[in-house]
Nanobody, 129 residues
Framework: QVQLVESGGGLVQVGGSLRLSCVASGRTLSNYNMGWFRQAPGKEREFVAAITWSGGRTFYADSVKGRFAISRDNAKNTVDLQMNSLGPEDTAVYYC??????????????????????WGQGTQVTVSS
């Protein structure tokens, strides 16, 4: 059974930073592209960032490009999201997820919710002004 657990969320002031971490059990993450998504109250879950299974490629939503960085440690079965220059618009529950396809072609990065089949429970990030 695959289980993903996010941590690192919290309350931070505008301009601050947080580092989210996702650890997996029941699946070897090194075979799967990984994504981070977020969902604000009353809004749909949206793509934030993704990294290919080898770590060779990353992709970001325009809204976080230049501020967020996704990374992975396949030896530890973890994926992190470093978030800098946070603003109130970044307030949301953040989720990590695994791609449905094992060792997907690294030229292809999926940014839709339906492209991912296992999700963590989420971690709350609140940015106060």
């Amino acid at each position: 059974q695959v289980q993903l657990v996010e941590s690192g969320g919290g309350l931070v002031q505008v301009g601050g930073s947080l580092r989210l971490s996702c650890v997996a059990s029941g699946r070897t993450l090194s075979n799967y592209n990984m994504g981070w998504f977020r969902q604000a109250p009353g809004k749909e879950r949206e793509f934030v960032a993704a990294i290919t299974w080898s770590g060779g490629r990353t992709f970001y939503a325009d809204s976080v490009k230049g501020r967020f960085a996704i990374s992975r440690d396949n030896a530890k079965n973890t994926v992190d999201l470093q978030m800098n220059s946070l603003g109130p618009e970044d307030t949301a529950v953040y989720y990590c997820a695994t791609d449905r396809v094992r060792m997907r072609d690294e030229k292809v990065i999926i940014t839709t919710v339906l492209g991912y089949d296992h999700w963590g429970q989420g971690t709350q990030v609140t940015v106060s002004s």
